[in-house]
């Protein structure tokens, strides 16, 4: 056995759950050993005890408690990718150079494995983007499932670091489109209501659910976090519904979505935030439309610019809106050429 171990989580390592981070900087940790750690208090992030699916970031110090040696399980050859799935993974390619490859993630495509996700995911699809590369790409950020559009990726350890600290220091610049019930007023506003997690998630967290919280009580609820959205109203169809521009200031847990919703606009087709209804029974009325319009969840990232950590240039990468989204565009006489690249430009 090995003794206790104190170690900081690096600048490229954040925003990972802890059992991930743990196994593979140890391999022959097993799920459960690391489970058992949780529930008797043994692995703590900053001297408090935590979840095995808990998300670190970078900085902070983990302890880890003596490890078992000699009794590691043999390898278990990791089946590759298959063909149908790394032509889609391929296909999704928006751009790309020598050190940085942009998607365009499916909806229903989840960013990483957890618990109920299954085992297809960006990140385990990886092995399919490698082009001639020796490591796979890693993911700098994370879009929700459910959520469509750019995603970056790394392809060496250094631009993940630079990628990442760009991402912590907001240095970035990422505007989502989606399609809301009705029309916020004022059309160009900011919301600003800070996010705690829900009580009752799932096991895994797939049931995680973010409750908004007045400004003034961010400071006095605790696991609260500030929270700042910027939107414009792009085009509406009557008070129905409207197409909305989106600018997370901050990068909170399903922040869009329970933002908008706590104004009074979920997304069309957010079952969680929006509830299901498909009837207008006036304000906060369920986000689904009926009729021609999809029931997935209308959230798409459009766009990412960012400064290029070699070139230094500035880079630009659109994203095409997924098949459900292009549908309900047409169905509602929208054109994604008749509105601004960034609305937010003149007063950002």
Same mark, same amino acid.
């Given at each position: ?9 690096? =600048? /490229? ?35 408090? +005890?935590?979840?095995?699916?808990? +998300?670190?970031? =970078? ?42 490859? &942009? ?19 960006? /990140? ?33 350890? +250094? ?31 900011? #919301? ?25 009580? #961010? =400071? ?6 500030? &929270?700042?959205? /910027?939107?414009? #109203?792009?085009?509406? !169809? ?5 197409? @909305?521009?989106? @600018?997370? @200031? ?8 329970? %933002?908008? =919703? ?5 997304? @069309? ?27 997935? !969840? %209308? ?5 990412? +610019?960012?400064? %290029? ?7 630009? #990468?659109? &994203? ?17 050429? /008749? ?10």
């Amino acid at each position: 056995m090995s003794g206790v171990q104190t170690i900081r989580v690096g =600048a /490229d390592e954040g925003e990972q759950r802890i059992d991930r981070w743990l196994k593979k900087r140890f391999p022959q940790l097993t799920q459960g050993a690391v489970e058992k750690w949780c529930r008797t208090g043994q692995l703590r992030v900053d001297g408090g +005890r935590v979840k095995a699916n808990t +998300r670190i970031e =970078a900085g902070q110090e983990i302890r880890v408690p003596p490890l078992p040696e000699g009794d590691a399980p043999a390898p278990v050859a990791k089946p590759r990718v298959k063909q149908s799935d790394a032509e889609m993974i391929q296909s999704c390619v928006l751009w790309r150079d020598e050190h940085i490859i &942009a998607l365009n993630k499916p909806p229903g495509l989840p960013s990483q494995g957890g618990s109920g996700q299954g085992d297809r995911h960006v /990140d385990g699809l990886t092995e399919a983007l490698m082009f001639g590369y020796k490591d796979r790409p890693k993911l700098v950020h994370r879009l929700d499932k459910d959520t469509s559009g750019v995603l970056l990726l790394a392809r060496t350890d +250094r631009i993940a670091r630079a990628l990442s600290e760009a991402f912590r220091h907001r240095l970035t610049r990422k505007i989502y489109w989606a399609a809301v019930a009705g029309v916020p007023h004022p059309r160009m506003g900011s #919301v600003k209501y800070g996010l705690v997690k829900a009580p009752g998630r799932g096991r895994g967290g797939e049931g995680e659910k973010m409750m908004a919280v007045h400004p003034s009580a #961010v =400071a006095v609820t605790e696991g609260a976090k500030r &929270a700042h959205t /910027d939107y414009a #109203v792009l085009d509406a !169809l009557g008070g129905r519904v409207s197409w @909305v521009a989106m @600018v997370p @200031v901050t990068g909170r847990t399903h922040q869009l979505r329970a %933002h908008m =919703a706590e104004i009074g606009h979920p997304i @069309v087709g957010d079952g969680k935030y929006g509830g299901s209804g498909q009837e207008n029974l006036g304000d906060g009325w369920g986000a689904q439309l009926g009729g021609e319009i999809s029931r997935k !969840l %209308h959230l798409h990232a459009r766009m990412i +610019r960012f400064e %290029h950590p070699i070139t230094k240039k500035l880079i630009t #990468v659109t &994203a095409p809106l997924p098949e459900h989204m292009a549908r309900t565009w047409k169905t509602l006489g929208w054109s994604e050429n /008749d509105v601004p690249e960034d609305p937010f430009a003149e007063t950002a």
